[in-house]
């Protein structure tokens, strides 16, 4: 069969048609050098299309649908495909079905044929009937394009039929509407009996319909969606229609590219990660497929702990704090940088150091942001900015950090520069771009931006009233008027950065510029954090800006500008920036720690095969703020299964510069604490935001100059930090490593596992550690035995270990598993055996962390620990020693307590009880006794408790009575009376502060009665064996001791005196010695260098049998005085 109708119009190449009326023509204002012989309007390409679709949405009544380019374009494209099957068919079926056709219409219809041919002819004209060159009529006795004007007409009837009756080109009703053809001609009936023609007539080899129903599949098949009709098309008329229709899928994968990018819906704001569920770390890095290539570790690198400042933001808050100006990097207070080194960091990340770009500042200020500087993420050149003090300053304060041991971080943002960046002026080659605007909308009046001579710079001028948001700008060099369209950097998630522009990385120079960029910061910054680093991965800077031949490129308009094969983007990028970036920094730049931010499930891949040391995991927030705790310890097990080297290597936080605050977020209570305690304990490196501790609510721009609240610490979130976070911090050490690293699941009596209970346990150079978080309100309870599975090697079969192997224990009788909690500082006490046996029952509270920490066996020898662990039940003591101690001497503290109510009691009555007393005590101890016990005179206690206190009086007892038995201080340690006397004093509420005083008091008691206060405070500041009661402590290279404990030592000293020398010439005596003692402090200053110094003075009081025989006088005075002459 002959095919002559393999027309010329339909080679590779030919022009994009689209129905559209007279009527549309006028009111719309297509120009007549559009519209075909045929009478379609060319469509020739997406831009004709969105030219064409701006008018029509622009023009269109309210009740009318917008319509957008990309369905335009695509409907021009199934148009085109329309033609292509019917040409197919009369080449392939018969060539002569148009005549049959017309035949049967003629019979069917009549005159009415002919009259609803010349009516559609009239309401969708070519130029030539359009201008009144000729008439309809003429029209089909014309030859058109090869075909009888009348098969011609016939056909494009068809073609406008399908274009009303297609759903999903519903915004292109008012260009092709053929409503009012249908009313005044037999336009519905020819439709219809040529249905019924070629449902007759045999189809297309290989499909079974007729040619008519194979024109409505892809309608039928995908009603509302133009990209389904094409991949419809693509899909299964390809084989019916051969070669021809190979010619075709470049248009057609053009307009489903087209579509793609029209679906994007881009929000404005910073980019973000996806949501957290579809965290995933074997979707990017495969299940061993990727090679493993991780960055080796520096020594210091896992025991990072870095706080995040904005640096114009701190400067000013530091300032306000310190009460004079700060204004440059280097005069940052050394009291700041010891407090943030106090608290446990230990790297410093400064946000916006880099000099910014000045028409980013202009562009903010521009759209109302008055005291705006430039975002700190828009740079015009890597040098540190001038009014933060230069290199110079940096350099200065490196060196200052360093004595703090606290390393600088420094971002560096390799996407793209600010949109007046030193490159755009001198490399305009080295930026993705275009030689005309992407999009026909986009005008470019507003005000130049640049402030160089050479080039212009031009903000598209929608973003000033925030009506559109462009992704190019304009660039024109003043010199030779050459005009480029840059594209602003742009992650596909957001509006477009548009005070950015996005370099070009399939070119070569730009790669090996941003390279040697990298070195030039590394050598200032120990870390280095990367700026949106997924963006440059590969396969990113494919989709967004390379896009394969049929897909949307991630950047609106890159599907029609950037598309590429294959062969042509690996030719142009064969290798993955970041391996080279890691590779050239440890040959060049040593002991640097990168740390990218990447989301979109490259996680693994960033760290495990490009060799990024550190990557941020957003799920770490995400999931902890929604308490998706099951979600999130489904990937941590995950994570282990696969390579638990991924886990060391990730980036937590509860906040970062994009996001809300942690308070916003977690707020201030125990949600908080618990999610801190998860940051600070688990392998991956823990980064804190700015004003996180202090609890700070205002999140800082980019853009911010000085923070916009004037916000002071919330005292009682720092305290919580200092008991719960701190100390933890100070220990990252013993959190960091995964190589003994385990998750144990809680299971409840029910069986069911407490999905929002964490506990895991670690062992880091011997040191082993549990930790147990509940992030939920609700109290749970259970048992942890089994951990969860496990590789030690990435590919080798996972397995798991029981809990006593994750400790370190034996597990065997007589062996207890003792482990300390940080924050009450409680010691538990567990039979080693139950835990291998049966695993250790926890209990949490809602939104509760216990760490646990020294965690060891004992062997149990003589059955103490079993006796204790029996008496505890599962409780914890402040010191396993002392409540051993108290199950060893229970007997002799309840007689020393003993001892000492029948000292308090006083007087004759007392004697027989006191006597006793002393005896039991003698026995019960294994101590000698040198004296018998004076006994206090009658009354003394009352008086002495008046003058010094209940507690102090109890203590004096406690000193008066070993004194008097000459039991050294020895004694009083060895035998725990300490632990007897501070829980006496504690049932009995008084001041326990006391206790602390009575090794002193019996170590200088003696020496109180024959020397100067003076003297016996130098003594007793000297002495290394009681230093501890006196808050001895060292500051500002001194050695200093605090008035309270030496008051205390002092009051207990004195009352002691008076209970072995009673009088009240004695208590005066005594009260005058203790006053001197004070006297003796002040004047020291608290020091004790100047306490010793002290000078002699005289002596006071006496000896207590001195004073007594001063009180009687000599024999001369004793005669005198009873009238006696003395004897000679």
């Known amino acids: 069969m002959s095919r002559r109708f393999h027309l010329p119009w339909r080679v590779p190449g030919a022009p994009r048609r689209f129905h559209v ?95 609803t041919l010349t009516r559609f002819l009239a309401r969708f004209p070519n130029p030539e009937i359009a201008q009144g060159r000729y008439g309809p009529d003429e029209y089909l006795r014309r030859a058109i394009d090869g075909m009888p004007g009348r098969h011609v007409a016939i056909e494009e009837l068809w073609t406008c039929h399908l274009a009303n009756a297609n759903p999903a080109l519903r915004g292109a009703r008012a260009l092709v509407d053929d409503r009012v053809l249908a009313t005044e001609s037999a336009y519905d009936e020819l439709i219809e009996v040529s249905r019924s023609y070629w449902r007759e007539r045999p189809g297309l080899p290989g499909h079974g319909g007729s040619l008519f129903d194979l024109l409505l599949e892809p309608m039928r098949a995908a009603p509302d969606d133009l990209e389904g009709q094409l991949r419809f098309a693509q899909v299964r008329w390809a084989p019916l229609l051969g070669e021809p229709f190979a010619e075709l899928v470049r248009q057609l994968l053009g307009a489903i590219a087209v579509l793609r990018e029209a679906k994007v819906s881009r929000a404005p704001g910073p980019p973000g990660p996806p949501p957290p569920s579809s965290f995933g770390i074997r979707a990017r890095a495969g299940a061993g497929e990727a090679e493993v290539r991780f960055s080796p570790d520096a020594s210091w690198m896992p025991q990072v702990v870095l706080l995040a400042k904005s640096t114009y933001v701190w400067l000013g808050q530091l300032a306000r704090e310190y009460d004079r100006e700060i204004e440059r990097l280097d005069a940052i207070p050394e009291e700041a940088l010891a407090e943030l080194a106090r608290r446990g960091f230990n790297a410093l990340w400064l946000i916006g150091l880099w000099e910014r770009s000045s028409a980013s500042r202009t562009i903010k200020r521009l ?82 931006l640049s402030e160089h001579p050479d080039v212009a710079i031009v903000l598209e001028d929608h973003y000033y009233d925030d009506s559109d948001a462009a992704v190019v700008f304009k660039r024109i060099d003043r010199h030779t008027g050459d005009t480029t369209f840059i594209y602003h950097g742009n992650d596909g998630t957001t509006m477009p950065w548009n005070d950015t522009a996005q370099l070009d990385y399939l070119r070569a120079e730009v790669r090996e510029a941003v390279i040697g960029t990298i070195l030039h910061v590394a050598r200032q910054f120990p870390i280095i954090r990367f700026d949106a680093a997924m963006t440059l991965a590969k396969e990113h800077v494919r989709r967004l800006w390379y896009p394969p031949e049929g897909e949307a490129g991630g950047i609106p308009s890159r599907a029609r500008y950037g598309a590429m094969s294959d062969d042509a983007f690996e030719a142009a990028m064969p290798h993955e920036f970041w391996r080279e970036v890691v590779d050239r920094v440890a040959r060049e730049v040593p002991d640097t720690l990168l740390l990218a931010e990447a989301f979109w499930m490259m996680e693994g891949y960033f760290v495990r095969t490009l060799g990024m040391h550190r990557v941020y995991n957003s799920a770490f927030m995400h999931m902890l703020k929604g308490e998706s705790n099951g979600e999130h310890r489904a990937l941590v097990k995950e994570v282990l299964a696969f390579d638990p080297q991924v886990l060391k290597r990730f980036v937590n936080f509860l906040n970062n510069p994009d996001e809300e605050t942690a308070r916003a977020q977690f707020g201030d209570g125990d949600k908080y604490f618990v999610a801190a305690t998860l940051l600070t304990t688990m392998p991956g490196l823990p980064m804190f935001g700015h004003g996180q501790v202090e609890g700070y609510s205002e999140k800082y721009g980019m853009e911010y100059r000085r923070a916009k609240v004037d916000e002071t610490p919330d005292a009682n979130l720092l305290e919580r930090h200092e008991r719960e976070i701190f100390p933890l911090m100070h220990r990252r ?396």
């Open 367 to 448: 759209r109302g942001q008055a005291d705006a500087v430039a975002s700190a993420y828009a740079l015009r050149d890597y040098v540190i900015a001038d009014d933060l003090g230069g290199p110079e300053a940096l350099d200065r304060l490196r060196e200052r950090a360093a004595r703090h041991g606290i390393r600088l971080a420094s971002d560096m943002v390799p996407n793209h520069v600010g949109i007046d960046a030193r490159w755009v002026i001198e490399h305009p080659d080295w930026f993705v771009q275009v030689d005309r605007p992407p999009y026909p909308a986009y005008t470019f009046d507003g005000p130049d």
């Open 733 to 1128: 050490w013993q959190f960091a490593e995964v190589e003994r690293f385990r998750l144990f699941d809680v299971i409840g009596d029910d069986g069911a596992v407490r999905e929002d209970v964490y506990a895991y346990t670690n062992v880091v150079r011997g040191a082993v550690s549990l930790v147990l978080v509940n992030n939920r309100y609700e109290r749970s309870s259970g048992r942890i035995h089994v951990s969860a599975p496990f590789v030690a090697v990435a590919g080798e079969t996972p397995r798991t270990e029981r809990l006593h192997e994750a400790l370190d224990l034996h597990g065997g009788a007589r062996r207890f598993l003792v482990m300390r909690a940080l924050a009450s500082g409680l010691t538990y006490l567990h039979a080693s055996k139950s835990v291998a046996d049966h695993g250790l029952p926890v209990t949490c509270e809602g939104f509760a962390a216990r760490v646990y920490l020294d965690v060891h066996e004992l062997v149990d020898h003589d059955g103490a620990l079993a006796r204790l662990a029996e008496r505890l039940d599962g409780a914890g003591t402040l010191s396993l020693v002392d409540a051993l101690d108290d199950d060893r001497l229970g007997d002799v503290h309840e007689s020393f307590i003993a001892l000492v109510d029948a000292l308090e009691a006083g007087g004759p009555a007392a004697a027989r009880l006191q006597a006793d007393a002393f005896a039991r005590f003698a026995r019960a101890g294994p101590v000698s006794v040198a004296q018998p016990l004076r006994a206090p005179a009658r009354g003394a206690t009352g008086r002495i408790a008046i003058t010094y206190g209940a507690g102090v009086m109890r203590a004096a007892l406690a000193v008066h009575a070993l004194t008097h038995a000459s039991w050294p201080l020895e004694t009083w340690r060895g035998l725990r009376l300490d632990r007897a006397l501070r829980h006496d004093l504690a049932r009995r509420e008084l001041d326990l502060a006391a206790v602390a005083a009575v090794p002193a008091a019996l170590a200088h008691l003696r020496s109180a009665g024959v020397i100067s206060a003076r003297r016996w405070l130098a003594s007793l500041v000297a002495d290394p064996d009681v230093g501890d009661g006196l808050g001895r402590h060292e500051h500002g290279g001194e050695t200093w001791f605090r008035r309270e404990g030496v008051g205390a030592v002092a009051d207990v000293t004195a009352a002691a005196l008076r209970f072995a020398a009673p009088g009240a010439g004695a208590a005066r005596r005594i009260t005058a010695w203790r006053n001197a003692v004070d006297e003796a402090m002040a004047a020291s200053g608290y020091l004790v260098r100047e306490a010793i110094a002290a000078p002699d003075e005289v002596v006071e009081p006496r000896r207590p049998r001195a004073a007594a025989a001063a009180r009687k006088g000599t024999r001369r005075q004793r005669r005198r005085r009873a009238g006696r002459p003395p004897k000679r």
């Open 21 to 115: 009326s007279r009527e549309a023509r006028e009111r719309f204002e297509v120009p007549d050098e559009l519209v075909t012989v045929r009478g379609d309007v060319l469509v020739a390409d997406h831009d004709a299309a969105l030219a064409l679709a701006q008018k029509v949405t622009a023009a269109r009544y309210p009740s009318e649908p917008p319509l957008r380019g990309a369905d335009l374009y695509a409907g021009a494209v199934l148009e085109e495909i329309y033609h292509l099957v019917i040409a197919n068919y009369l080449e392939r079926v018969d060539a002569d079905a148009f005549e049959s056709l017309e035949a049967v219409l003629s019979e069917r219809l009549g005159d009415r044929f002919a009259d």
